[in-house]
Every structure is written in structure tokens, then in C-alpha cells.
């Protein structure tokens, strides 16, 4: 007789006591592989008098929730939460475990996964079940997309960013079951959190904008880049930026949109001065409009996008900002 498969898996991430929307995205879709392998979505929340929180998790599609509330759990503390993620994993046995991309899930991930002796597939793009009900993790990589798989190892285990997959339809009239976790007090505290300064965030942030700008190498200089934010503020839209401007040091990382980076869905994307890498553009893969200004015709940014400029970006941009201002005017003076 065929073992039944375990539960799916989300290690839900919260931030003052907010469930953050990759979360949700991730039990959307561990749904829809719980129904393909006939198991249970269970999710795995920790932090301080979360209760409330757990409402959220049942509404985008979890069938149960492991729940371990106390002040040391408050904020991600990499040694308690490995502990107590590698015990339950251990107990429960669980067939896929999902973690967002994001600066906890990118240190938690793997200290789960060695401590398991699984595999861990990161940055994906997309999670599907092959034929034999194994999880294939869909990466870019090589220039085109690649599937990897964990047959042997359990739990199958991936990082996914937000926006990979869109957000849940959530159903305020799921229930599901609460389970209580004991945290203990001999795990070893060698890192402790004493105090989280914020920085206020600048420009518009990716979540909310319907416009995202985005610059590449192509902005030559930080001049040129300057040019590029110029635009993004013209607009009101987020700016966004590929691997080479951060390298370059005119972009800070948390900009950065693609395979490591942002995941994005605005209505309207424009690339200033990038080639179109498969690296960058699979973070925006949601956008509705999609447009390039690049001064190379036969660049592979043309062949993704709904509308290309053939011009150098550091002439067409600032001749663009004054059309947009002179067509903003007179809808104020209309």
C-alpha cells in the first residue's frame, strides 16, 4: 500500500505582529499542491500573542496551524526558530516545506534544511508536481529555466519571493485547527535582538506601486541614473534596479528586482537601459505593460516587452520627464 504523503508545509513570517503577504501567497498555493497530493496545509507561526493572527492563515487556506506565542519569539531569533522548526518537522514529517525569499527565510531556510539532511531549492519561480507527485522547484538559470527535484529527502523543501504567486482570495469563513507549541528554555541564545531601529522608507515602495521604473547598466553613470529616479519620481512610480546598477553602487540591494531580488505586478513597467537578462526579468513577469528604452535594437529586452524606444536612455529620459510634466500641467489646468 502507497504511504500517504505528508502535509505542505509554510513557515509563515511575521513582522510586529503583521502576517506578511508572501505568507499568505505561499498557503495559497500550498493549496493547490494539498489537493494534487490529497494532504493538509499546515502552516508554522511564531512570535508573541498571535492568536488573532492565526485567523489569516486559515483564510488564505490552511487547514491547521502550529502556533508557538512567547516574548523570546517575538522577533526572528535564528537558533529558537531552527530549534523548534527542526523538532515539529521531525515529529510531523511533513511532504513540502515552503519559506518566503525574504532576510529571515534566507537564513532560516538552510539552517532547517542541513539540520533535516534535505534539499533546498531557492529563489524559484514557480512550484509544480511532476507526474510522480514530486515537487519540481522551477529556477532561471543558464539562460532559460531549470527544474529541480528532491526524490529521495524529506521534506521537499524551496524559497519563493513575494509576488511569485498572487494573492490569496481569502475565505474570513475557513477555520482550522490550532495547535499550541511549548518553547524551551534550554535552547543555546547565543544571538539576541536588543534593539530594531527603522529606517524610514524612501520613495514609493514596490507593494504599493501601479508604476515601477527600473535602470540597467545603460544609465552609464550615476548622472545617468540620477536621470532614471527622476523619471520614477515624475511618475510617482517605484524604482527599481538590475544587479549591474547595484554593483555599479547607484542602487542600494533592497532595489534590486529579479531572480534575487523584488518580485513585481504593476500595471505598468518601463526598463531604462537594461538588456532584458533572464535574472531580471523573471521579477516582472507580473506586469501588465511592459516597456524598454534601450539604444541597442537587436537587445533581448525588445523580444519581452509590449513597446520598445531604440534611443540612449541619458537623451530620450529627460526629453520624457518634460513630456509627462507638460501633459500633467494641463490636467491640473483642465
Known amino acids: 500500500m502507497k504511504k500517504q504523503p505528508g502535509s505542505v508545509w509554510v513557515i509563515a513570517e511575521q513582522i510586529d505582529c503583521r502576517i506578511l503577504d508572501v505568507s499568505l501567497q505561499l498557503i495559497a498555493h500550498?493549496?493547490?499542491l494539498a489537493i494534487e497530493l490529497e494532504?493538509?496545509?499546515e502552516a508554522v507561526l511564531l512570535g508573541d500573542k498571535m492568536n488573532e493572527q492565526t485567523r489569516q492563515l486559515f483564510a488564505a487556506g490552511a487547514d491547521r496551524v502550529y502556533l508557538g506565542n512567547a516574548p523570546d519569539l517575538a522577533h526572528y531569533q535564528p537558533e529558537i526558530y531552527t530549534e523548534i522548526i527542526v523538532k515539529l518537522a521531525k515529529e510531523r514529517q511533513p511532504e513540502i516545506v515552503l519559506i518566503g525569499s525574504t532576510s529571515m527565510g534566507r537564513e532560516l531556510a538552510p539552517l532547517v534544511a542541513a539540520r533535516l539532511g534535505t534539499g533546498l531549492t531557492a529563489h524559484c519561480i514557480d512550484l509544480v508536481l511532476d507526474e510522480n507527485k514530486i515537487l519540481e522547484s522551477i529556477i532561471p538559470a543558464y539562460g532559460g529555466l531549470l527544474s529541480i527535484i528532491c526524490p529521495e529527502k524529506r521534506p521537499q523543501m524551496a524559497t519563493i519571493a513575494a509576488g511569485?504567486?498572487?494573492?490569496?482570495?481569502?475565505?474570513?469563513n475557513r477555520t482550522g485547527e490550532i495547535i499550541a507549541l511549548e518553547v524551551p528554555d534550554d535552547i543555546p541564545r547565543r544571538i539576541q535582538t536588543l534593539e530594531i531601529i527603522r529606517e524610514k522608507p524612501q520613495g514609493v515602495s514596490f507593494e504599493s506601486?501601479?508604476?515601477v521604473v527600473a535602470g540597467g547598466a545603460g544609465a552609464g553613470d550615476l548622472e545617468g541614473w540620477r536621470k532614471i529616479a527622476d523619471l520614477a519620481e515624475t511618475l510617482n512610480a517605484a524604482l527599481g534596479a538590475t544587479?549591474?546598477?547595484?554593483?555599479?553602487?547607484?542602487?542600494?540591494?533592497?532595489?534590486m528586482?529579479?531572480?534575487?531580488?523584488?518580485?513585481?505586478?504593476?500595471?505598468?513597467?518601463?526598463?531604462v537601459g537594461l538588456s532584458g537578462e533572464l535574472q531580471h526579468m523573471v521579477g516582472i513577469v507580473g506586469a501588465k505593460v511592459m516597456v524598454a528604452i534601450n539604444n541597442d535594437a537587436k537587445s533581448p529586452v525588445f523580444e519581452q516587452v509590449d513597446y520598445g524606444v531604440v534611443d540612449d536612455c541619458r537623451e530620450f529620459v529627460p526629453v520624457l520627464i518634460n513630456k509627462i510634466k507638460e501633459y500633467q500641467e494641463k490636467l491640473v489646468t483642465c
Open 30 to 32: 500550498a493549496r493547490k
Open 39 to 41: 494532504t493538509s496545509v
Open 164 to 172: 511569485v504567486f498572487p494573492k490569496p482570495e481569502m475565505d474570513e
Open 209 to 211: 506601486a501601479p508604476i
Open 243 to 255: 544587479r549591474p546598477a547595484v554593483d555599479e553602487g547607484w542602487a542600494e540591494l533592497e532595489t
Open 257 to 271: 528586482v529579479g531572480q534575487s531580488g523584488k518580485i513585481v505586478s504593476p500595471e505598468l513597467y518601463i526598463g
